[in-house]
């Protein structure tokens, strides 16, 4: 069974930075997808940005220039890096990784920007 765990949440002012972390329990994460989504409340659940297995990458049009995905395959680990932070930003932020046909989520970790 596929486990992730997010991490690096926290609190921040604005124009701050994060570094959120995704760690799979195995290594079928290196030829998988990681997606990056986040959910503010009363909102529905957002894509923030998505990294291949090749490593081809892609971002929410709000994020770009401001967030940055990667992955350290060795780890099992996704990395969401998150700089010029801005309130809108403030969300639980969750990585999704498919495998064998089944989406596997994380808890999610919050992200707070403060003014």
């Known amino acids: 069974q596929v486990q992730l765990v997010e991490s690096g949440g926290g609190l921040v002012q604005t124009g701050g930075s994060l570094r959120l972390s995704c760690a799979a329990s195995?290594?079928?994460?290196?030829?998988?997808?990681i997606r990056w989504y986040r959910q503010a409340p009363g909102e529905q659940r957002e894509l923030v940005a998505i990294i291949t297995s090749s490593g081809s990458t892609n971002y929410k049009d709000s994020v770009k220039g401001r967030f940055t995905v990667s992955r350290d395959n060795a780890k099992n680990t996704a990395y969401l890096q998150m700089s010029s932070l801005r309130p809108e930003d403030t969300a639980v932020y969750y990585c999704?990784?498919?495998?064998?046909?089944?989406?596997?989520w994380g808890q999610g970790t919050q992200v707070t920007v403060s003014s």
């Open positions: 195995q290594s079928i994460f290196r030829v998988s997808s």
């Open positions: 999704n990784m498919p495998s064998n046909g089944v989406n596997y």
